[in-house]
């Protein structure tokens, strides 16, 4: 596979702080590369260096000839009073091709953004339209190379799951930068993680996310023992080298040499070894033992004439995590205010139990003041040391725990990142103790390594959670329901995301529609032991299943061609409507193979 960039010994610095140094890798061609790391690790930068946006202050950059590199910042830069269709015209307005080619070109990226209205203005839309559009502007430049940077900022699961079928089938490479583990693991074929904890300046594993994760804790825990073993070796040489031995022959001159390249060696270990930081995250339960710590009954809320949810009744005790998901607009937020007592129900209760105490994590960070000092938003009750279970903690021993240096304790807040402002609220939740955490969107800008902690403290946090997050990987691993929250359907509870995926699939389909999330009563089980039916009407419908798979991959690729020919393409509404028939088809094929497996099971099974 040919090399479409490489990266050569290149280093940055800005100011005192090194992202990396001598970093050398390279990028194939077909490559869909994962790109994690800690915050400030250098990943964006280093994304702005492939496309040619920063130059590296050493080291060589290569991009193979001819080849097109599109850049995906992390904040959309939209023209607010441009149409959606002006907006992709204007992305190609550089590009040397005739109108035909052009109109092509917009109409394949309209259809697969599927915007319903093109004429609307980019100001109108929501924040996930407008990251859709940035999204769609970069696909219709015809990129070799994509670099994204963040893409699912701002996607509800709608927006999320478009994207990942976007880049499932994607002609192109891309590296994309992203916390989101559920669609690392989705759409990446390799995952690349940076850091001074490796000796090249990153890792990098061909696999899925769940493989890198294995793999890297068997590097990392690899490299602690190197650093055990060349530590104990160092022990010994120092032992020889305070007997006075002298270098009067070449054998002795030999093991002091040695013995430096070995502290050499020992002492670079170490370095990275440190740099394997974790933010130290704990929160605080009261220890009460009510079982009921919040009842809610039959809540319901609407603006206006909608209605966002209807119905709810659910009960909260220790050690039970509520995760909350929907799209965009479904009313999550409205949801925990309405938990908090911040906001009346239309309908419906929420009891808690007595002097009950809630901590709250708000997703805005209304908490933060701009002009506060880190040292005062870590500290509010103000000195030098913050009271944390009964024990005085110097400021700048707590402020290390949540990995912020001792010069940035000065600094206002407002010109910290958007993980370092979250880790201040987390600090400052770990300080009240409580007995309900209502945390909106935590994983917002964490890093991996941030959202692992999270995990494990919500994991063994005594009390009751009630979570919003788009972070499948996170709400599966800590959440014992997750109630789906959408104003087009009934809220719902489920196992998990996996659940929640299947039910919109059969919410989207008619005649299946009255299924979702209602309380319909499940078949009655058969009587165990009972021998598997094999039906008549089965027989008939797996003899003429490959008839019907056969004449759904004709339609699906009749699509196909459709889509491709260029005369089509200059249809707006058409094309919409094909790329939508398209999805329909591909769907109805594996949905068939899926039959034709369960029917054939049902065969072996009657037989046996």
């Known amino acids: 596979m040919s090399v479409l960039f490489s990266a050569?010994?290149?280093?940055?610095?800005?100011?005192?702080?090194?992202?990396?140094?001598?970093?050398?890798?390279?990028?194939?061609?077909?490559?869909?590369?994962?790109?994690?790391?800690?915050?400030?690790?250098?990943?964006?930068?280093?994304?702005?260096?492939?496309?040619?946006?920063?130059?590296?202050?050493?080291?060589?950059?290569?991009?193979?000839?001819?080849?097109?590199?599109?850049?995906?910042?992390?904040?959309?830069?939209?023209?607010?009073?441009?149409?959606?269709?002006?907006?992709l015209f204007s992305s190609l307005s550089h590009l040397p091709m005739d109108d035909k080619e052009r109109l092509k070109r917009i109409n394949q990226a309209l259809g697969k953004g599927k915007f319903a209205d093109t004429n609307i203005l980019v100001k109108l839309l929501s924040g996930g339209w407008k990251k859709r559009l940035s999204i769609t502007r970069s696909l219709c430049m015809g990129p070799d190379l994509l670099l994204l940077d963040e893409p699912t900022n701002h996607l509800d699961i709608s927006g999320i799951l478009w994207l990942e079928q976007v880049l499932v089938s994607a002609p192109f490479s891309y590296i994309l930068v992203s916390h989101d583990r559920a669609f690392l693991e989705n759409v990446c074929k390799s995952i690349m993680e940076m850091g001074k904890f490796y000796a090249r300046g990153y890792f990098k594993v061909q696999g899925s996310y769940q493989v890198f994760e294995k793999e890297r804790q068997k590097f990392l825990a690899a490299q602690q023992k190197q650093q055990a073993s060349l530590a104990s070796k160092m022990r010994r040489e120092d032992q020889w080298l305070r007997q006075g031995a002298k270098a009067r022959t070449s054998k002795a001159r030999f093991r002091i040499d040695q013995a430096d390249k070995l502290r050499?060696?020992?002492?670079?270990?170490?370095?990275?070894?440190?740099?394997?930081?974790?933010?130290?995250?704990?929160?605080?339960?009261?220890?009460?033992?009510?079982?009921?710590?919040?009842?809610?009954?039959?809540?319901?809320?609407?603006?206006?004439?909608?209605?966002?949810?209807?119905?709810?009744?659910?009960?909260?005790?220790?050690?039970?995590?509520?995760g909350v998901v929907g799209e965009n607009g479904s009313g999550k937020s409205t949801f925990l205010s309405l938990l908090e007592k911040k906001v009346e129900p239309d309908l419906g209760?929420?009891?808690?139990?007595?002097d009950l105490k809630i901590a709250v994590y708000d997703q805005d960070r209304t908490q933060l003041e701009?002009?506060?000092?880190?040292?005062?938003?870590?500290?509010?009750?103000?000195?030098?040391?913050?009271?944390?279970?009964?024990?005085?903690?110097h400021v700048v021993t707590w402020a290390k725990r949540f990995l912020f240096m001792p010069d940035q304790l000065d600094m206002p807040v407002k010109r910290l990142s958007g993980g370092e402002k979250a880790r201040i609220i987390l600090a400052g939740l770990m300080l009240q103790p409580a007995d309900v955490l209502l945390l909106d969107e935590p994983t917002n800008d964490l890093d991996i390594l941030s959202l692992e902690v999270l995990e494990q403290s919500i994991q063994e946090f005594a009390g009751a959670v009630v979570i919003v997050s788009h972070d499948r990987y996170l709400m599966d691993r800590v959440c014992h329901r997750i109630l789906y929250l959408d104003p087009a359907t009934d809220a719902a509870f489920y196992k998990d995301f996996n659940q929640i995926l299947k039910a919109r699939t059969l919410q989207k389909q008619p005649s299946q529609k009255q299924t979702f999330g209602s309380s319909a009563r499940p078949a009655a089980k058969k009587p165990s032991g009972s021998k598997p039916v094999f039906s008549y009407k089965d027989k008939y419908e797996l003899e003429h299943m490959e008839e019907k798979i056969l004449a759904a991959e004709a339609h699906m690729q009749a699509l196909h061609a459709k889509i491709q020919d260029p005369e089509f393409a200059a249809q707006v509404v058409q094309m919409t409507k094909a790329c939508e028939a398209l999805e329909q088809a591909e769907k109805q094929v594996q949905d068939l193979y899926t039959r034709w497996q369960i029917l054939e099971q049902k065969k072996a099974d009657a037989k046996g």
């Not at 920063?54 to 992390?74: F, H, I, N, T």
Request: hydrophobic share 35%; net charge negative; aromatic share 6%.
């Open 8 to 87: 050569t010994e290149i280093s940055k610095t800005f100011g005192d702080d090194t992202l990396f140094s001598h970093l050398s890798f390279d990028v194939k061609k077909g490559e869909h590369l994962g790109l994690i790391g800690s915050n400030g690790s250098g990943k964006s930068t280093l994304l702005k260096i492939i496309a040619g946006m920063v130059l590296p202050d050493s080291g060589e950059v290569a991009v193979q000839k001819g080849q097109r590199v599109v850049y995906l910042d992390q904040e959309d830069r939209l023209d607010p009073d441009l149409t959606v269709e002006e907006t």
């Open 264 to 322: 050499q060696d020992l002492g670079a270990i170490r370095e990275r070894n440190r740099h394997i930081a974790t933010v130290d995250m704990d929160f605080t339960g009261t220890g009460r033992q009510t079982r009921k710590l919040m009842q809610v009954h039959n809540l319901t809320k609407g603006f206006g004439e909608t209605c966002l949810f209807s119905g709810i009744t659910f009960e909260l005790g220790p050690g039970v995590c509520l």
């Open 370 to 393: 701009p002009e506060t000092l880190l040292r005062d938003a870590l500290n509010p009750a103000g000195g030098d040391a913050v009271n944390y279970l009964g024990k005085s903690v």
């Open 349 to 354: 209760t929420v009891k808690w139990a007595e």
